[in-house]
C-alpha cells in the first residue's frame, strides 16, 4: 500500500497558491480603483482648468419703442362692382381695361334708340292725360257754379268731381311713369360709381348685357388712393391697443420680407369686438399709397408702433435661454467666470429683449457658447458687441 502522507502536501501547496493569487488579486484592485479615482478627480480639475470661448454683448438701458409685429393684407378703400341698370346692346365702351377713372365717368353706351322712343311715348301719354285733366277741372268749376243756383242736381257734380280726380290721378301716374323712362334713357351711359383703378373687362362692343345682372358685372373699379392694410392682433394687447392718445398709432408697411423700406401710415380702425374664434382683433391702416406701390390683396408685414418704452434694460435676444421652468442669461463677471441668472422676459423688440429682471444695464452676458457652458466656468471672449474693451482682451 502506498502511504497517504505524500499524498497530503500537493494540496497544501495548491491551497496556499490559490490564497496567493487572491491577495495578489486583491491588492491590484485596491491599486486599480485608487488609479480610477485619482485619474477621476484629475479629469474636473483639467476640464474646470479650460477656457470656454464665448461671445458677450452689453446689457443696456434705453428708449424701446412698443411695436407689435403682424402680417396684413392690402384692401381698396372702396370697391365698385358695375352693373347695367338697363338691358340691350352695348354700343360703345369709352375705356381700356386697367385705366383709371374718376367719378361719374362714362364706362359704356347702351344702345338708347329703345328707351328714347319709350320716353317719348310716356313723354306724349302724360301731355294728353293732363289736357284731359284741365278739361276735367274746369267742368267741375262750371258745375259747381251751376249747382250754386241749382241748375245741376247733385249726382252730376259728384259724378263731375270724380272724373276730374281720376284724371288727375292718371296724370300723376304719367309722370311717374315718364320719369321711369327718362331715368332708364339716362341709365344707357353706365358711369362708374367711385373714381380708382379699373379691372378686366367682362363685356366689349356688341355684347348684350341683361339689367341687374350681378353674376355677371361689367367691370370692377378699387380705389387704391388711399388704400388700406387689414390685420389683427391678439386679445392680450387690446388694452395698449384701445389706451386713448392725442394721434392715432403709427404703422409702418413693409411689402416683402427681404424688404428694408417701411411705408408710413397711421391706425384708421379698430374693430368692435374680438373675434371669439380664433381670439384676434382685426385693425386697419391706413396710407396715402400715392406711388401705388401697394395693391389689393398683397400680403405686406405690419409694424404698429404705439408708444415709446424708457429706461427699459436691453439685451440681444440671442443672450437669453429657455429651460423647462424659466429663462435664463449666462452673466460674465469680472473675473471672467460666468453665472446663470433667472430672467423674466417682457418682450421682444427686434432682435432685443427686455428684461424686466434678472439682469441690470451694465452687466455683460454671453450671447454665443452657452451651450459649452457651465455656473463657474471660465470664459474667453473671442469676440464682443458692446463690451467693454478690457473683456476682450
Same mark, same amino acid.
Given at each position: 500500500?502506498?502511504?497517504?502522507?505524500?499524498?497530503?502536501?500537493?494540496?497544501?501547496?495548491?491551497?496556499?497558491?490559490?490564497?496567493?493569487?487572491?491577495?495578489?488579486?486583491?491588492?491590484?484592485?485596491?491599486?486599480?480603483?485608487?488609479?480610477?479615482?485619482?485619474?477621476?478627480?484629475?479629469?474636473?480639475?483639467? #476640464?474646470?482648468? !479650460?477656457?470656454?470661448?464665448?461671445?458677450?454683448?452689453?446689457?443696456?438701458?434705453?428708449?424701446?419703442?412698443?411695436?407689435?409685429?403682424?402680417?396684413?393684407?392690402?384692401?381698396?378703400?372702396?370697391?365698385?362692382?358695375?352693373?347695367?341698370?338697363?338691358?340691350?346692346?352695348?354700343?360703345?365702351?369709352?375705356?381700356?381695361?386697367?385705366?383709371?377713372?374718376?367719378?361719374?365717368?362714362?364706362?359704356?353706351?347702351?344702345?338708347?334708340?329703345?328707351?328714347?322712343?319709350?320716353?317719348?311715348?310716356?313723354?306724349?301719354?302724360?301731355?294728353?292725360?293732363?289736357?284731359?285733366?284741365?278739361?276735367?277741372?274746369?267742368?267741375?268749376? #262750371?258745375?259747381?257754379?251751376?249747382?250754386?243756383?241749382?241748375?245741376?242736381?247733385?249726382?252730376?257734380?259728384?259724378?263731375?268731381?270724380?272724373?276730374?280726380?281720376?284724371?288727375?290721378?292718371?296724370?300723376?301716374?304719367?309722370?311717374?311713369?315718364?320719369?321711369?323712362?327718362?331715368?332708364?334713357?339716362?341709365?344707357?351711359?353706365?358711369?362708374?360709381?367711385?373714381?380708382?383703378?379699373?379691372?378686366?373687362?367682362?363685356?366689349?362692343?356688341?355684347?348684350?348685357?341683361?339689367?341687374?345682372?350681378?353674376?355677371?358685372?361689367?367691370?370692377?373699379?378699387?380705389?387704391? !388712393?388711399?388704400?388700406?392694410?387689414?390685420?389683427?392682433?391678439?386679445?392680450?394687447?387690446?388694452?395698449?391697443?384701445?389706451?386713448?392718445?392725442?394721434?392715432?398709432?403709427?404703422?409702418?408697411?413693409?411689402?416683402?420680407?427681404?424688404?428694408?423700406?417701411?411705408?408710413?401710415?397711421?391706425?384708421?380702425?379698430?374693430?368692435?369686438?374680438?373675434?371669439?374664434?380664433?381670439?384676434?382683433?382685426?385693425?386697419?391702416?391706413?396710407?396715402?399709397?400715392?406711388?401705388?406701390?401697394?395693391?389689393?390683396?398683397?400680403?405686406?408685414?405690419?409694424?404698429? #408702433?404705439?408708444?415709446? !418704452?424708457?429706461?427699459?434694460?436691453?439685451?440681444?435676444?440671442?443672450?437669453?435661454?429657455?429651460?423647462?421652468?424659466?429663462?435664463?442669461?449666462?452673466?460674465?463677471?469680472?473675473?471672467?467666470?460666468?453665472?446663470?441668472?433667472?430672467?423674466?422676459?417682457?418682450?421682444?423688440?427686434?432682435?432685443?429683449?427686455?428684461?424686466?429682471?434678472?439682469?441690470?444695464?451694465?452687466?455683460?452676458?454671453?450671447?454665443?457658447?452657452?451651450?459649452?457652458?457651465?455656473?463657474?466656468?471660465?470664459?474667453?471672449?473671442?469676440?464682443?458687441?458692446?463690451?467693454?474693451?478690457?473683456?476682450?482682451?
Amino acid at each position: 500500500m502506498l502511504d497517504p502522507k505524500p499524498m497530503r502536501a500537493p494540496r497544501v501547496v495548491r491551497r496556499r497558491h490559490a490564497r496567493t493569487v487572491l491577495r495578489d488579486l486583491s491588492l491590484a484592485g485596491v491599486s486599480l480603483t485608487a488609479g480610477l479615482s485619482l485619474a477621476g478627480c484629475a479629469e474636473p480639475a483639467a #476640464r474646470g482648468a !479650460q477656457r470656454v470661448p464665448i461671445v458677450v454683448a452689453l446689457a443696456e438701458k434705453r428708449s424701446v419703442p412698443y411695436e407689435i409685429d403682424a402680417t396684413g393684407t392690402v384692401e381698396a378703400v372702396q370697391s365698385a362692382t358695375v352693373t347695367a341698370q338697363v338691358g340691350g346692346l352695348v354700343t360703345r365702351v369709352t375705356f381700356r381695361e386697367g385705366d383709371p377713372v374718376g367719378a361719374g365717368h362714362a364706362l359704356f353706351v347702351i344702345d338708347p334708340r329703345p328707351f328714347e322712343a319709350a320716353e317719348t311715348r310716356a313723354a306724349a301719354v302724360l301731355a294728353r292725360d293732363r289736357v284731359q285733366a284741365e278739361t276735367a277741372r274746369l267742368e267741375l268749376r #262750371r258745375a259747381e257754379a251751376l249747382a250754386a243756383q241749382q241748375f245741376v242736381s247733385d249726382d252730376e257734380l259728384q259724378q263731375k268731381r270724380a272724373d276730374a280726380g281720376a284724371l288727375a290721378a292718371t296724370v300723376r301716374a304719367d309722370s311717374a311713369a315718364h320719369s321711369s323712362a327718362a331715368l332708364d334713357l339716362s341709365n344707357t351711359t353706365v358711369r362708374a360709381p367711385i373714381g380708382g383703378k379699373t379691372g378686366s373687362l367682362a363685356v366689349h362692343a356688341g355684347d348684350v348685357v341683361r339689367a341687374n345682372d350681378t353674376t355677371a358685372p361689367l367691370v370692377t373699379i378699387k380705389q387704391i !388712393q388711399p388704400i388700406r392694410v387689414r390685420f389683427t392682433v391678439t386679445q392680450a394687447d387690446l388694452a395698449e391697443v384701445r389706451r386713448p392718445r392725442p394721434q392715432p398709432p403709427r404703422v409702418e408697411i413693409a411689402r416683402a420680407e427681404s424688404d428694408s423700406l417701411w411705408i408710413e401710415g397711421k391706425l384708421a380702425f379698430i374693430d368692435n369686438a374680438v373675434d371669439e374664434a380664433s381670439g384676434t382683433l382685426l385693425l386697419k391702416a391706413e396710407l396715402p399709397n400715392r406711388d401705388g406701390a401697394l395693391w389689393p390683396g398683397q400680403f405686406v408685414r405690419v409694424r404698429l #408702433r404705439l408708444y415709446e !418704452q424708457s429706461g427699459a434694460t436691453v439685451v440681444p435676444t440671442a443672450a437669453v435661454s429657455n429651460s423647462q421652468r424659466a429663462a435664463y442669461c449666462y452673466v460674465m463677471k469680472p473675473d471672467t467666470t460666468v453665472e446663470l441668472r433667472n430672467v423674466t422676459v417682457q418682450r421682444v423688440w427686434r432682435d432685443m429683449s427686455v428684461i424686466a429682471s434678472g439682469v441690470t444695464a451694465g452687466e455683460i452676458v454671453v450671447t454665443d457658447g452657452q451651450l459649452r457652458l457651465s455656473p463657474g466656468a471660465k470664459g474667453v471672449v473671442r469676440s464682443a458687441a458692446g463690451a467693454p474693451e478690457a473683456v476682450t482682451r
